[in-house]
């Protein structure tokens, strides 16, 4: 299973760090992405780290404001999201795949819960 945490409500040019935690198993072998959901949009690819690491793929919308990391020693992945903006709203989810990473989200087999993000002010 798959827990996502760390969304918040936050003002335009802040930052919050998503965590994916793998309970019950471990990432090792896993490429891991995150996908956001808009009200009325559909699911959309944000980032992906490869299974092995350090290879990772950005969204246009969101390279050079977030970054994806992993720490398998805690079976976690992270999303450090930096300067914010409104439309990055949304409600995020993790998900891992066994094998490469991609950006489609139909190749990922188990999915997070979502973790919701605001960004108004």
């Known amino acids: 299973q798959l827990q996502a945490s760390g969304g918040g409500l936050v003002q335009p040019g802040e930052s919050l760090r998503l965590s994916c935690a793998a309970s019950g198993g471990t990432f090792s072998g896993y490429s891991v992405a995150w996908f956001r959901q808009a009200p009325g949009k559909e699911r959309a690819f944000v980032a992906s780290i490869n299974r092995a690491g350090p290879a990772t793929q950005y969204a246009d919308s969101v390279k050079g404001r977030f970054t994806i990391s992993r720490d398998n020693a805690k079976n976690t992945v992270y999303l450090q999201m930096d300067s914010l903006k409104p439309e990055d709203t949304a409600l995020y989810f993790c998900?891992?795949?066994?094998?490469?990473?991609?950006?489609?989200?139909?190749?990922?087999?188990?999915w997070g819960q979502g973790t919701l993000v605001t960004v108004s002010s």
């Open positions: 998900a891992a795949r066994y094998g490469v990473f991609t950006i489609r989200s139909v190749e990922y087999s188990y």
